[in-house]
């Protein structure tokens, strides 16, 4: 059976099973358990962002009714389930909060210009999401205050620089080596 | 073209991109730029892999009693995703995807505004808070005004090619102008080069032509 998801027990279903068991049986009981899991989060990232209580809990509605419309665009290939819900969320939070649109690349955008040479690399994202959650752990205080800052304050590096007092060149040069420890341990670069 | 980009986003946008920080404006460059640029798009995914990992770290709010009820009752109501319109054949427009349906229209279709001769700046343009963006373009070997701006500026090459102080700039590149950074940017000699402009601040243009060109002309 596909519904409850405990990380605890090796034979209960990941996430992403139960992502395409919604995609593929329209199965109810895997999407409440996507939602048990899920909308708590949602609702903390939102809060994080400076929603109160009833927007939060909008965007969870909004961003949990997505995933049912649109599991069947997921794919365990490119994302884990928690990147592909954060995607939404980001972009559904975009929507509501500040009324713009966000332009997004679609996957038929790349067709125009497929005699690029390189394959698009697909992260192998189980073994990556254990990695990262390993780097942020071990960052530096200050590298990590600035990614966080970027995902959960809504500010981009130069609000960040101007209201926390930290001179530009010192926010970029945080992100960038932030950057570089993120890369290496998704891709496994050198 | 068979040649990926060799100037891109600075790092820092991208994960400003990625994380949901970064404004409709300098977004709509980025995601233009993506359509070029499969390292800027793996790194993109990457800083999304960290915002998945985020999430599953962000400490959890409870959701009040009823609110998985509410969701489920709606599920029925959730109309069916509209099939993702895909074209039969891609479409062969010069424009990449996101900037394509910004516009909602080709190069060659839009109301072009004469800045010097063989400058133009299309009538089309994206204003949202204090950033704004705009097509132009340069006629083969034309010379951009010189003129200094306030605030950041960047350009994302669309066709051909131009060149200034600092570099030459081809189809996917993007240039970026730190502020108070007068630069002359000249189309290449054997086509039309077709850009992106993005900027934050209205410019104010230096030279002979300065006066002219600050009046009424938001460029
Ligand atoms: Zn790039």
């Known amino acids: ?190 | 073209m068979t040649r990926t980009p060799i100037l891109h986003p600075a790092p820092e946008l991208l994960l400003d991109y990625a994380a949901g920080s970064l404004r409709e404006v300098q977004a709509l460059l980025v995601a233009s730029h993506l359509a070029y640029c499969p390292d800027c798009r793996r790194q993109v995914a990457d800083f999304e892999a960290f915002g998945g990992v985020l999430l599953e770290e962000v400490p959890a709010e409870p959701v009040s009693v009823g609110l998985l009820d509410a969701v489920m009752a709606r599920l029925s109501e959730a109309p069916a995703p509209p099939p993702t319109p895909e074209p039969a054949h891609p479409i062969r427009s010069l424009l990449p995807g996101p900037l394509r349906r910004a516009v909602g229209a080709e190069p060659e279709a839009l109301e072009w505004v004469r800045i010097v001769p063989g400058i133009h700046v299309s009538a089309w343009a994206l204003s949202v808070g204090t950033a704004s963006a705009c097509l132009l373009r340069m006629g083969p070997g034309s010379r951009v005004p010189a003129h200094k701006h306030t605030d950041c500026e960047m350009l994302l090459v669309l066709k051909g090619g131009y060149s200034d102080e600092h570099g030459r700039y081809a189809v996917g590149d993007v240039a970026a102008y730190e502020p108070h950074t007068p630069h002359h940017a000249v189309g290449d000699r054997d086509g039309e080069c077709l850009c992106l402009l993005v900027q934050d601040q209205p410019l104010v243009f230096t030279g002979p032509l300065g006066w002219l060109l600050n009046r009424g002309i938001r460029f």
């Open chain 1, 1 to 190: 059976m596909l519904h409850q998801a405990d990380p605890g027990d090796p034979s209960s279903p990941s996430r992403e099973q139960l992502l395409i068991a919604v995609a593929r049986d329209r199965d109810q009981e895997a999407f409440r358990a996507l939602f048990r899991h899920f909308a708590p989060r949602i609702k903390g990232y939102a809060r994080q962002l400076g929603a109160d209580d009833s927007a939060a809990e909008e965007l969870v509605q909004d961003v949990m009714l997505t995933v049912w419309q649109r599991a069947e665009t997921f794919n365990p290939a490119l994302a884990s389930a928690a990147t592909w819900v954060f995607a939404i969320a980001r972009n559904r939070r975009i929507d509501r909060a500040r009324q713009e649109r966000r332009p997004e690349l679609r996957a038929d955008d790349i067709a125009p210009f497929d005699d690029v040479p390189q394959p698009d690399h697909e992260v192998e994202t189980a073994r990556a999401a254990s990695r990262l959650r390993t780097v942020i752990g071990e960052l530096p205080p200050e590298q990590a205050e600035v990614l966080r800052l970027a995902y959960y304050e809504d500010k981009v590096h130069s609000e960040i620089s101007a209201e926390r007092g930290i001179p530009l060149g010192t926010v970029k040069t945080r992100l960038r080596l932030a950057l570089v420890r993120l890369r290496r341990a998704i891709g496994g670069e050198a």
